[in-house]
T-cell receptor, first 115, second 115 residues
Framework: QQQVKQSPQSLIVQKGGIPIINCAYE??????FPWYQQFPGKGPALLIA?????SEKKEGRFTISFNKSAKQFSLHIMDSQPGDSATYFC??????????????FGQGTTLQVKP | EAGVTQFPSHSVIEKGQTVTLRCDPI?????LYWYRRVMGKEIKFLLH????????ESGMPNNRFLAERTGGTYSTLKVQPAELEDSGVYFC?????????????FGEGSRLTVL
């Protein structure tokens, strides 16, 4: 119930390609779905986030698609660049004053964008 | 503004020894979280402080782990005695308020290797 399942584990694309990373959850109480980006030797950093009242959110080349009925969400990276090579984590949380706001993370996807 | 800092960046100890990890959150952030990532798996929640109070320690693996945040500033996570399965990267994160639409700010992590 508290799990977030992420796939694929790793992904290699050519520069300009559109990598897609998928996540699925079970707990319908989750109401906040962020994606974090982590470069080697660094900590995860928030990339983009969505709430279930919208089906899509775009920030620059990064887009989250959200399917509430299927309990799935995905990250698309348009026109991917070698600098996007990193590990990407999806996460979910239950917000609101009665909750601690802890994030439940997926297993991570290591993305390599080849020049 | 300084980010979340963690010390040490890497620690190698023998099974049975004690290790203390330290986290300095961003100044003014009342909320402090500890997470752990073990060998390519998901980043798992350990516990959450609000100021000096433990709000949620449901993710602490067992009583060999002790977290403190005296005075509501920096936090320490002690593992005593360390076991092989404790190896992983321990992340600290902070936020100015309980996760709402904001983000968690992560440190670069402390890598623990137990031999």
């Amino acid at each position: 119930q508290q799990q977030v399942k992420q796939s694929p584990q790793s992904l290699i694309v050519q520069k300009g390609g559109i990598p897609i990373i998928n996540c699925a959850y079970e707990n319908t109480a989750f109401d906040y779905f962020p994606w974090y980006q982590q470069f080697p030797g660094k900590g995860p950093a928030l990339l983009i986030a969505i709430r279930p009242d919208v089906s899509e959110k775009k920030e620059g080349r990064f887009t989250i698609s959200f399917n509430k009925s299927a309990k799935q969400f995905s990250l698309h990276i348009m026109d991917s660049q070698p600098g996007d090579s990193a590990t990407y984590f999806c996460a979910a949380s239950i917000t609101g004053s009665s909750n601690t706001g802890k994030l439940i993370f997926g297993q991570g996807t290591t993305l390599q964008v080849k020049p | 503004e300084a980010g979340v800092t963690q010390f040490p960046s890497h620690s190698v100890i023998e099974k049975g020894q004690t290790v203390t990890l330290r986290c300095d959150p961003i100044s003014g952030h009342d909320n402090l979280y500890w997470y752990r990532r073990v060998m390519g798996k998901e980043i798992k929640f350990l516990l959450h402080f609000v100021k000096e109070s433990k709000q949620d320690e449901s993710g602490m693996p067992n009583n060999r782990f002790l977290a403190e945040r005296t005075g509501g500033t920096y936090s320490t996570l002690k593992v005593q005695p360390a076991e092989l399965e404790d190896s992983g990267v321990y992340f600290c994160a902070s936020s100015p308020r309980v996760l709402y639409a904001g983000e968690l700010f992560f440190g670069e992590g402390s890598r623990l290797t137990v031999l």
